[in-house]
């Protein structure tokens, strides 16, 4: 039978240094040419809301599943979460129903792990600065991973709403400043996060410096942005897949529209840099990720095999 996972399971099930960990192998696998995988099927059923189907196939780890996941920006104003998902979980072999297993929470970590997985290999070893945009569960759970890779000595915060800072100032599980501007946050930061819901630049290139690191989570439709263009004409340009970046990342789509780069500015797949470390110099680093469904598969698997062990979850007849 089935084990149905909810979001407490999973979170007691994934230990954020093992999914950073989990999420280099996949992403090594993936642009290996190991996983099976289309781009995602995104269809817009009301203005600024998406409903997705990611599905895929790791035969190599005897997985495959699909996540069902929504984007409902208004949600915040109701209580609930902008994104919710499930994932269904399969045997790659006998093509079993392992698991369904509650969604968002395995999008928000496996999200930040995907991204301390970025820092470990693109920033620098000394990097001591985070700036962090963005207040949100993205903004929660990259401030739990990329500590784990890099040993910060100062952590920033910013976003547009100063409660929401305050807010997330006072409750963070370690000491953070808050910033008055984006600028501030970002200027001489060694790493940035960029974890808004802006569709327009929320940075300027001419802020970040020689050697910086850029996450870009945000933004992940063709039309929606975090970055300016000029920045991206000016760094190593990091993706965690090209054929989904050609269709969803505004920052590059836009971008190149503007004449500002074109499409051999994509230096790597992360999975690329990963399996040859050297292939990811260069003096500014971007990595623009827009979430795999690989990555999805792999988080549940490993939800699903810790929650089994510890005897979580709720099996189910269908």
Not at 39 to 58: H, K, W, Y
Not at 238 to 261: K, N, P, T
Not at 270 to 284: D, N, T, W
Request: with cysteine; aromatic share 4%.
């Amino acid at each position: 039978m089935p084990l149905w996972l909810s979001e407490s399971d999973v979170h007691h099930a994934l230990a954020m240094d093992e999914l950073i960990d989990a999420m280099e192998t996949a992403l090594a696998a993936f642009s290996s040419g190991r996983v099976i995988q289309p781009v995602r099927s995104v269809l817009e059923f009301r203005t600024g809301c998406f409903f997705g189907i990611m599905p895929a196939c790791d035969p190599g780890g005897r997985l495959m599943g699909a996540k069902l996941v929504t984007v409902v920006p208004d949600n915040l104003s109701r209580g609930l979460p902008s994104h919710q998902a499930i994932i269904a979980l399969f045997d790659a072999t006998t093509a079993e129903l392992l698991a369904v297993t509650d969604g968002r929470y395995i999008t928000e970590s496996r999200t930040a792990a995907v991204s301390a997985v970025s820092a470990r290999h693109l920033a620098r070893a000394d990097a001591a600065v985070l700036a962090i945009l963005g207040t949100g569960v993205q903004a929660r759970s990259h401030l739990e991973a990329l500590p784990l890779v890099r040993g910060f000595r100062e952590i920033r915060v910013w976003s547009p709403n100063t409660g929401h800072v305050r807010a997330f100032v006072a409750n963070a599980p370690r000491p953070l400043r808050a910033a008055a501007s984006a600028e501030e946050a970002v200027r001489g930061a060694d790493v940035v996060v960029l974890a808004t819901s802006s569709t327009t630049p929320v940075i300027r290139s001419e802020w970040i410096a020689p050697g910086s690191h850029v996450i870009a989570v945000g933004a992940c439709r063709p039309n929606h942005r975090e970055m300016d263009g000029a920045l991206l004409a000016r760094a190593t340009l990091v993706v965690d897949s090209r054929a989904a970046a050609m269709v969803e990342a505004g920052d590059i789509l836009l971008a190149m529209a503007e004449g500002h780069i074109t499409a051999d500015r994509i230096h790597a797949e992360l999975g690329e840099i990963v399996a040859k470390p050297s292939a990811g110099s260069g003096e500014i680093t971007i990595f623009k990720s827009l979430g795999l469904a690989i990555e999805d598969v792999v988080a549940a698997g490993l939800a699903y095999r810790s929650a089994r062990s510890a005897g979580r979850g709720t099996q189910v007849q269908l």
